[in-house]
Nanobody, 123 residues
Framework: QVQLVESGGGLVQAGDSLTLSCAASGRILSTRTMGWFRQAPGKEREIVAY???????YYADSVRGRLTISRDNVKNTVYLRMNSLKPEDTAVYYC?????????????????WGQGIQVTVSS
């Protein structure tokens, strides 16, 4: 079992930066791809970025160049550094751990989810 707890969200202005953290407890993360998803009001939950167990990364087109995902397997923590935030980045952000050895962008490839954390970007 893996438990995930997000932190670092809040209210910021457009152009500001924010770093989300996801602390994991339970089984080690080194064999799992870790992803960040987000869900805006009235929209589907979508992948933002992932960092795979082999350190490869993926970014959605809408965030590439502004967001950076990283992981610290010793601390069992995943980070999402968000720069140049835009109002359209406003959403609840979820940390997720994939099934062992899986790499992908689909929600059904992720077995464990955090409770979500709100990020609001004002214009």
């Amino acid at each position: 079992q893996v438990q995930l707890v997000e932190s670092g969200g809040g209210l910021v202005q457009a152009g500001d930066s924010l770093t989300l953290s996801c602390a994991a407890s339970g089984r080690i993360l080194s064999t799992r791809t870790m992803g960040w998803f987000r869900q805006a009001p009235g929209k589907e939950r979508e992948i933002v970025a992932y960092v795979a167990w082999n350190s490869s990364t993926y970014y959605a087109d809408s965030v590439r160049g502004r967001l950076t995902i990283s992981r610290d397997n010793v601390k069992n923590t995943v980070y999402l550094r968000m720069n140049s935030l835009k109002p359209e980045d406003t959403a609840v952000y979820y940390c997720a751990a994939a099934q062992q050895w899986r790499i992908g962008v689909r929600r059904d490839e992720y077995a464990y989810w955090g409770q979500g954390i709100q990020v609001t970007v004002s214009s």
